[in-house]
T-cell receptor, first 115, second 112 residues
Framework: DAGITQSPRHKVTETGTPVTLRCHQTENHRYMYWYRQDPGHGLRLIHYSYGVKDTDKGEVSDGYSVSRSKTEDFLLTLESATSSQTSVYFC??????????????FGPGTRLLVL | GENVEQHPSTLSVQEGDSAVIKCTYSDSASNYFPWYKQELGKRPQLIIDIRSNVGEKKDQRIAVTLNKTAKHFSLHITETQPEDSAVYFCAAYPRGYSTLTFGKGTMLLVSP
């Protein structure tokens, strides 16, 4: 499955605590993405990265920050977790080609429950 | 930005029937349209994609058609089987951008 892992796979935390999710790839793809998936909303982009230390916001970035210090790792941090951030989080990777867009491959997901 | 509408939200068919899921997009500059299948508790996985210079693409029992003038694209599954039961997502990729915009998904249920 495209050499993408996410950790942890499941996490339960309390409101107000910081949480960091990790995405690791072995494909050397330039682009990495964080999505959240909630019933009735599909996949919504939180943040993405187009290279080491190069990141940008997606449509639901409030309350989240990201960092990418090396090609293979993309970290998502919930600065102060809230119950509305209970969700399934997916990481994805892609390597743009000559036409720009290329396939995104998804990691296995992380289920986060904020109590 | 791009907006992708997907219909229907749920679709129930009998085994052997065909299933069609439709998506519309708003940005005429979009040039790449993938479809993902997500089984319960699993990650989304690409099943087929099409680029704007092609009108139709087939892969065994699945096909995707694209109408650039009307800005819509469709997924066709023939001879459905129970293992086709899943949530299907369409997406569009606007030229010059780095991100996909997803539809909200269609839950397909194939009954034996």
């Amino acid at each position: 499955d495209a050499g993408i892992t996410q950790s942890p796979r499941h996490k339960v935390t309390e409101t107000g605590t910081p949480v960091t999710l990790r995405c690791h790839q072995t494909e050397n793809h330039r682009y990495m993405y964080w999505y959240r998936q909630d019933p009735g909303h599909g996949l919504r982009l939180i943040h993405y990265s187009y290279g080491v230390k190069d990141t940008d916001k997606g449509e639901v970035s409030d309350g989240y920050s990201v960092s990418r210090s090396k090609t293979e790792d993309f970290l998502l941090t919930l600065e102060s977790a809230t119950s509305s951030q209970t969700s399934v989080y997916f990481c994805a990777i892609s390597e743009p080609g000559v036409e720009g867009a290329e396939t995104q491959y998804f990691g296995p997901g992380t289920r986060l429950l904020v109590l | 930005g791009e907006n992708v509408e997907q219909h229907p939200s749920t679709l129930s068919v009998q085994e052997g029937d065909s299933a069609v899921i439709k998506c519309t997009y708003s940005d005429s500059a979009s040039n790449y349209f993938p479809w993902y299948k997500q089984e319960l508790g699993k990650r989304p996985q690409l099943i087929i994609d099409i680029r704007s210079n092609v009108g139709e693409k087939k892969d065994q029992r699945i096909a995707v058609t694209l109408n650039k003038t009307a800005k819509h694209f469709s997924l066709h599954i023939t001879e459905t089987q129970p293992e086709d039961s899943a949530v299907y997502f369409c997406a569009a990729y606007p030229r010059g951008y780095s991100t996909l915009t997803f539809g909200k998904g269609t839950m397909l249920l194939v009954s034996p």
